[in-house]
């Protein structure tokens, strides 16, 4: 069972760094994305890991203030943010694929959470 779980979303204010967390139950060897959907908006990538290897990929936008990394004992990856901005208020997803890959399409990933609110006030 590769259904990831968010968690670690809330309200922060701006500067703030906050951590989310997507967890699976199993131990297949995936790969796990970040995305992101802020309201009248088309859902973006954030970000992702492969399976395998652990090489990550970064939107733009978030270079420099985000990390993804993974807990292979734990099947679970993280999403640090750091300094974050009003305008990185959205609804964070974590989605999963098997295999190893990278890519940024969420039409690639086979399984999504139900996803995880981030507030950032000025």
């Known amino acids: 069972q590769v259904q990831p779980v968010e968690s670690g979303g809330r309200l922060v204010q701006a500067g703030d760094s906050l951590r989310l967390s997507c967890a699976t139950s199993g131990r297949t060897y995936i790969s796990y994305g970040w995305f992101r959907q802020a309201p009248g908006q088309e859902r973006e990538f954030v970000a992702s890991?492969?399976?395998?290897?652990?090489?990550?990929r970064y939107a733009d936008f978030v270079k420099g203030r985000f990390t993804i990394s993974r807990d292979n004992a734990k099947n679970t990856v993280y999403l640090q943010m750091n300094s974050l901005k009003p305008e990185d208020t959205a609804v964070y997803y974590c989605a999963t694929v098997h295999g190893s890959t990278c890519t940024t399409s969420s039409g690639r990933y086979n399984y999504w959470g139900q996803g995880t609110q981030v507030t950032v006030s000025s």
């Open positions: 890991i492969r399976g395998g290897d652990g090489y990550t």
